[in-house]
């Protein structure tokens, strides 16, 4: 995979410093064009944008969200930044704004979440999307807390092949359909969980006796 530039590297490691809430506070929130939801973008809230920056909203499918630009090209634009996570809808997260504002193009989007292999497939029809914007000439995914399981499931298979999840000591294999992915120039990884397997036995309460109520505790 080809390094990603150090400025954006840098930029995701402070990312969640550069947001001001006063600044946000006072401009208020912008309603997505598809009224209010749980996590925003197109099914909700949507974040102020900087006076710099457009955003237009974009459906492929089952895969909807915003394609943040700056008004004004720069040294920057033609690196495309593609924020998704595995189950929340990114379209609205602070990466969109925090780094298109700050020059790059950035694409943000909600899955269909219907599962890994699913997501997967919409993550690849979102990144060929953001290949095609004029200019672009690098893609660089972004993978915040769950969306780290994603973008390096994605890059994975698109660099190795489905083989590379298919092999005979594999739990579950990967489906054929994902194979010929369009590779990202780099990734950057924000506060990374530990993938879906570990983090659902994270969630797991041993206390818990009864499997339709999960107040119910033993206590000893």
């Known amino acids: 995979m080809k390094g990603v530039s150090l400025s954006l590297l840098v930029l995701a490691g402070f990312l969640f410093g550069f947001v001001q809430p006063g600044?946000?506070?006072?401009?208020g929130p912008e309603m997505g064009p598809g009224g209010p939801g749980a996590m925003g973008g197109p099914g909700g809230m949507a974040s102020p944008l900087d006076p710099s920056t457009q955003r237009t909203a974009f459906q492929l499918g089952q895969v909807r969200g915003y394609l943040y630009q700056p008004k004004e090209p720069g040294a920057k634009s033609h690196i495309g930044v593609f924020v998704m996570?595995?189950?929340?809808?990114?379209?609205?997260f602070?990466?969109?704004t925090e780094l298109s504002r700050r020059g790059y193009?950035?694409?943000?989007?909600?899955?269909s979440g219907q599962g890994l292999d699913?997501?997967?497939?919409?993550?690849?029809?979102?990144?060929?999307y953001l290949k095609k914007q004029p200019g672009i000439q690098k893609v660089i995914l972004f993978g915040h807390s769950g969306g780290a399981t994603l973008m390096t499931a994605y890059q994975m298979i698109a660099e190795n092949g489905v083989q590379s999840c298919q092999g005979p000591e594999k739990l579950i294999h990967?489906?054929?359909?994902l194979a010929g992915l369009p590779a990202a120039d780099g990734m950057v990884l924000a506060d990374s969980n530990w993938g879906n397997s570990v983090m659902s036995l994270f969630s797991l309460d041993p206390a818990v006796v009864a499997?339709?109520?999960?107040?119910?505790?033993?206590?000893?």
């Open 23 to 27: 600044r946000l506070a006072a401009q």
């Open 85 to 92: 996570h595995f189950e929340a809808d990114y379209s609205s």
């Open 94 to 96: 602070s990466a969109c």
């Open 105 to 111: 193009t950035v694409l943000c989007a909600a899955n």
């Open 118 to 128: 699913r997501v997967v497939l919409d993550a690849r029809t979102a990144v060929a």
């Open 174 to 177: 990967c489906a054929d359909n």
């Open 211 to 220: 499997d339709d109520d999960g107040m119910r505790l033993n206590e000893d």
